[in-house]
């Protein structure tokens, strides 16, 4: 598996943020004060919009990116991708990425992949 040496650019795609649950929130990571809350069985998140989604997904990115929830700072879809297709053959890895239900998370990461071996530098945090 690839490290990404450089912290992921997001560059407005809020692919994971469509396609996930709002974010968990972790006390001991976030401050609880800055987010409009919701409690559930598996411990506080962001309060979802009307679909589940988190509410500050924007056409242009995280709508609240200077103080995004520690979870989508640490998301970096180049690894998950990577980790999900680890020692798939490449037609089975076309057919992964075409027919999984994160496809769009995949051809965000595939992306960026291609970017960062060419050498270009991220300068955002996962997550929008
Ligand atoms: S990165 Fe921003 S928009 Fe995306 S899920 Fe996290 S808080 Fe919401
Ligand atoms: S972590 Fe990946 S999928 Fe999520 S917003 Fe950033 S580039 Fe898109």
Redesign the pocket.
């Known amino acids: 598996m690839t490290q990404m040496a450089s912290p992921?650019d997001?560059a407005g795609?809020?692919?994971?943020?469509l396609l996930t649950p709002s974010p968990r929130l972790y006390p001991e990571h976030d401050d609880l004060g800055l987010y409009d809350v919701v409690i559930t069985d598996a411990g506080p998140r962001i309060a979802p919009d009307g679909t589940g989604k988190c509410p500050h997904v924007t056409a242009t990115g995280c709508g609240i990116h200077d103080r995004k929830p520690w979870s989508c700072r640490q998301?970096?879809?180049r690894t998950y991708y990577e980790r999900k297709t680890e020692g798939m053959s490449r037609p089975e890895r076309r057919r992964f990425e075409k027919n999984d239900r994160f496809s769009p998370?995949w051809a965000?990461?595939k992306a960026?992949i291609r970017d960062a071996h060419a050498g270009g530098s991220g300068v955002t945090t996962?997550?929008?």
Not at 13 to 17: E, I, K, L, V
């Open positions: 992921i997001c795609c809020t692919a994971c943020c998301f970096d879809c998370i965000a990461a960026r996962g997550g929008g």
